[in-house]
Nanobody, 114 residues
Framework: VQLVESGGGLVQPGGSLRLSCASS????????MGWYRQAPEKERALVAI???????TYADSVKGRFTISRDNAKSAVYLEMNSLKPEDSAVYYC?????????WGQGTQVTVSS
């Protein structure tokens, strides 16, 4: 199983980024997919989850600014991030969670700075 994130980078405050996570080796449509982030010296924290039925949940800190979506035909999950703030800077990880298994990508760095 592989989860590969892309789309991170450096962006100014107020800017936007779209993260992508491409998966292979799992029955994607059966998995709940999530985005997590980890800032330096902080624990990894949930950003957003989208269930295998398409229901989404967000951390309070990103509600109204971030949107998670999935494309089962492409076995991919996305995170649209708008109105970015410096405190959104972190390594963002893609996660696939099934009934008996959980998989992580390698992460992509997002830096919000002027």
């Amino acid at each position: 199983v592989q989860l590969v994130e892309s789309g991170g980078g450096l962006v100014q405050p107020g800017g936007s980024l779209r993260l992508s996570c491409a998966s292979s080796g799992l029955i994607f449509s059966r998995y709940n997919m999530g985005w997590y982030r980890q800032a330096p010296e902080k624990e990894r924290a949930l950003v957003a989850i989208i269930t295998n039925t398409g229901r989404s949940t967000y951390a309070d800190s990103v509600k109204g600014r971030f949107t998670i979506s999935r494309d089962n035909a492409k076995s991919a999950v996305y995170l649209e991030m708008n109105s970015l703030k410096p405190e959104d800077s972190a390594v963002y990880y893609c996660n696939g969670a099934g009934t008996f298994s959980s998989y992580w990508g390698q992460g992509t760095q997002v830096t919000v700075s002027s």
